[in-house]
């Protein structure tokens, strides 16, 4: 899905970022998933995973505090 984007910088660069965590995310899942534990890139897709994850949250959080954007 496309991000909707309004014009608003803040609001369209939190939207974007997180359509392209997202896709991070998705991409990360695929090679965790096909990879030896402990291998750098098992370890790196976890990470991803997870780091992503988080920052996706925090820009939910800003969206709701910030809706007009």
């Keep these: 899905a496309k991000a909707k984007l ?4 803040e609001g369209d660069f ?3 970022m997180m359509q392209h965590h997202k896709g991070a995310i998705d991409m ?3 090679l965790h998933g096909k ?4 291998t750098t890139l098992h ?3 976890h ?3 997870k780091e992503q ?6 820009m939910q959080n800003w969206l709701k505090k910030n809706p007009g954007k």
């Design 28 to 30: 990360a899942k695929v």
């Design 6 to 9: 309004n014009g608003d910088v």
């Design 43 to 45: 370890v790196l897709s």
């Design 47 to 49: 990470k991803i995973m």
């Design 35 to 38: 990879t030896k534990k402990k």
């Design 53 to 58: 994850a988080a920052e996706i949250k925090t």
């Design 14 to 16: 939190v939207r974007l």
